[in-house]
């Protein structure tokens, strides 16, 4: 599949999706190419039948300032006490609705997000579809101040980590941080590789997203949209 392809494939998911929220509702909003074609979708909403949420938060300034260009104002997400929906995409899912995430850097907002919400949404493209976690790596968001240290830990453990980077220099997200990839492929017991980066002191987030995700919007490649619910 080539990437006009695969636009076209996020953009019908997406309109799909822009479907399903309703008016009043407290939404999230999360990052990457897909959501940009659902922020769209969901600013035609507002354009054409004055759709209108009672709070909307989202997890990157690229999408606040998308949103924003839309007319919405985007709330911080600790002043909204839990949000109805979220709404975001995905760099893979598996048969248990568990994925990774953070190929756009942004892990740690979108967790928190989706962890206050009562609903999760993913939009994907059948081609992050997975039996197991596989074919992607593994992003997690470490503190700069331990960060060699748990670079060769995670090197000695077997995990064959590579520094993201942004040009030649290290990638660093939105709270200062730095990203580590884990090429763990395919991921053998997710929740064991959670547990374990989960006691890592100067491990702030990883991408691991389990029993998070409620529903999930599949785009396939013969144009069928699929809806599928946990
Ligand atoms: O987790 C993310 C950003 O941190 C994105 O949701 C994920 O990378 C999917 O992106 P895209 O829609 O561009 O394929």
Same mark, same amino acid.
Not at 40 to 69: C, N, Y
Not at 199 to 205: A, F, H, L, T
């Given at each position: ?38 922020? =769209? ?91 197991? @976690? ?8 470490? @503190? ?49 590789? =959670? ?26 490649? =013969? ?8």
């Amino acid at each position: 599949m080539d990437k006009k392809q695969q636009d076209e494939l996020k953009n019908k998911a997406a309109i799909r999706a822009a479907e399903l929220v309703e008016p009043g509702m407290k939404l999230g909003v999360g990052t990457g190419s897909t959501i940009a074609f659902f922020i =769209d979708a969901l600013g035609k909403r507002k354009k054409e039948e004055g759709l209108d949420l009672e709070a909307i938060v989202t997890t990157s300034s690229r999408s606040k300032k998308q949103l924003e260009k839309w007319g919405f104002t985007v709330n911080e997400l600790a002043e909204v006490d839990q949000l109805d929906l979220t709404i975001d995409g995905a760099d893979r899912v598996d048969v248990n609705f568990d994925g990774i995430k953070g190929g756009g850097g942004a892990l740690t907002m979108e967790k928190n997000v989706a962890a206050n919400s009562e609903k999760v949404l993913w939009i994907v493209d059948e081609s992050k579809l997975v039996d197991r @976690l596989s074919g992607f790596p593994l992003p997690v968001e470490i @503190l700069p101040i331990s960060c060699e240290q748990n670079f060769r830990r995670f090197r000695n453990d077997g995990l064959n980590p590579s520094w993201r980077m942004d040009g030649n220099k290290r990638f660093v997200t939105h709270y200062g941080n730095y990203i580590v990839d884990l090429n763990v492929d395919p991921i053998p017991i997710p929740r064991g590789l =959670d547990d374990y980066l989960d006691k890592v002191v100067g491990v702030v987030e990883t991408g691991l997203f389990l029993d998070m995700c409620d529903e999930v919007i599949i785009a396939r490649s =013969d144009g069928e949209i699929e809806d599928r619910e946990k």
